[in-house]
């Protein structure tokens, strides 16, 4: 378009503005020009921002489907209905190209039994040890196991004592390291006594392990999540214990010579299932066949309601291209919702869709990915760099009003590693931190545990910058090859 700006600058550095993404649109946004044009980002991201926090529908829609299909794991009767759950909520969202695309996933079910007891000293008065199988455990045989405990805090530990360990059922007990700032950091210092803990549990000959749950609250509510067996090493029973239990545990552990505890679990796996990821679209105006990709993965574990950990970052997703068609304009190129199945315990649904989108991986100008909860928007992580970092710190800039105003470096989640490997921009809604481990993946990540204002200012954030990017004058630059290691699957 030719003339003036509504900033009052000729259309060559509205034009530059836009590109750059910086001071213009900065200053917009806080002088709030009445007479925006429509397509200016400033305007777009305030009457996207203001339409979301009054009118969103994201909390409705989570409230349906925690509530309805609170048990999503992969190759569940909620899971397969979740999916059909999001085709009829992207199609009333008026999203075009709605459809399923197939994955096959594994199939593994918890069973009814998950009972932990101290068996010697027989005079020990412990309150219950809450445990919860790990996804993708074996069972113990009926009626249970039983073993010496022997607690260990590290991997050179469970070396130095692997004489005692034989035969033993293992306790991992070291903790989320509390003096870590951001407890992502924290739980990755951590999470890998639940990932390779029955193997390296296995090597030393232990009958099964116990993993202290991997949160920073201490209290009885046990988190489950992935594990994995190595071809070659015998697999043992996993589960997760609570915080308090694992400290009940070692205080006995402590006070006398031998404890021995009784475990039983009845948890399977059965063959894997045709599963789908769940895709809906806005058509682009002039670059069609170029995708800005908003997702997260409809999966969930089946204990609690997959609240946060990840119907948060499904309903911030349809929500995103909702807003944008309702309230329009469409943007340059096309802006896809995708809700990835899998990613709790294989990660599955997410390589589908890499191999299935091949030959328009290219064309993937962002893919950004909500999986941190629904907590109060900060900002965003992203593994972009030069000039495509510059054009999205602009952006960011114009979300500060709704605190979600920072980029950091870094970025991307397990469901947006395999297009980040595949050279792709990836990109990471990042709230803020301090609860989600609270929550995930255990019985308390319910619904109302959502606050629907911090949820509504993520997926307005989410909106917002995905229109911004998706309306650019030129693709963002892509990466170059990336030398990060795809992020542990959370
Ligand atoms: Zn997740």
């Not at 475990?263 to 045709?274: H, I, R």
């Not at 990915?369 to 510059?390: H, I, K, L, V, Y």
């Amino acid at each position: 378009m030719r003339g003036t700006s509504t900033l009052g600058l000729p259309s060559h550095l509205t034009a530059l503005a836009a590109l750059l993404f910086i001071a213009p649109l900065g200053l917009a946004a806080q002088t709030q020009t009445p007479s925006a044009s429509q397509n200016d980002p400033a305007e777009v991201v305030r009457r996207l921002m203001d339409e979301e926090v009054a009118r969103g529908e994201a909390y409705s829609m989570l409230q349906e489907l925690c509530t309805g299909l609170p048990h999503r794991l992969s190759g569940s009767e909620d899971a397969a209905n979740a999916e059909a759950w999001a085709l009829k909520r992207m199609r009333a969202a008026g999203l075009q190209n709605v459809r399923l695309e197939e994955c096959t996933v594994p199939h593994w079910v918890r069973g009814r039994i998950a009972r932990l007891g101290v068996v010697t000293p027989a005079e020990a008065k412990l309150a219950p040890l809450p445990i919860l199988a790990l996804g993708g455990s074996i069972a113990t045989p009926p009626g249970g196991l039983r073993g010496r405990v022997v607690v260990v805090r590290s991997w050179d530990e469970l070396k130095t004592r692997a004489a005692e360990a034989r035969g033993a059922i293992l306790l991992l007990d070291r903790p989320m390291d509390p003096t870590e700032h951001d407890p992502f950091e924290a739980y990755g210092k951590a999470v890998d006594q639940r990932g390779r803990g029955a193997v390296e549990g296995a090597k030393v000959g232990a009958k099964a392990v116990l993993v202290r749950s991997m949160t920073l609250r201490l209290d009885d509510f046990p988190h489950t999540g992935a594990m994995h067996y190595d071809d070659g090493v015998t697999k043992i029973p996993a589960a997760a214990i609570s915080t308090a239990g694992a400290e009940r545990l070692a205080a006995l552990v402590r006070a006398h010579a031998a404890v021995e505890v009784e475990l039983e679990l009845d948890c399977k796996e059965l063959p894997d299932v045709t599963a789908h990821n769940v895709v809906g679209e806005i058509v682009g105006r002039e670059r069609p066949d170029e995708f800005v990709v908003v997702g997260g993965h409809l999966d969930a574990w089946d204990v609690g309601e997959g609240a946060h950990d990840d119907g948060a970052g499904c309903v911030q997703a349809i929500e995103a291209l909702r807003l944008v068609r309702a309230l329009g304009p469409v943007p340059r190129r096309s802006l896809r919702c995708v809700l990835w199945m899998n990613e709790e315990n294989g990660l599955r649904g997410a390589r589908a869709y890499k191999a299935a989108h091949a030959a328009e991986l290219d064309r993937h100008v962002l893919t950004i990915e909500s999986d941190r909860g629904g907590f109060a928007p900060r900002g965003f992580g992203t593994n972009a760099a030069g000039a495509a970092w510059d054009a999205l710190a602009g952006i960011a800039a114009l979300l500060a009003p709704g605190g979600a105003g920072t980029l950091e470096h870094g970025g991307g989640g397990a469901d947006t590693s395999p297009l980040e490997a595949a050279g792709g921009n990836v990109m990471e809604l990042l709230p803020d931190p301090a609860r989600y481990f609270d929550y995930h993946p255990s019985a308390r990540d319910t619904v109302d545990q959502v606050h629907p204002r911090e949820l509504a200012l993520g997926a307005g954030a989410l909106a917002s910058l995905a229109w911004c990017v998706a309306e650019l004058p030129d693709a963002l630059p892509r990466p170059t090859p990336a030398a990060t290691p795809p992020p542990a699957s959370k």
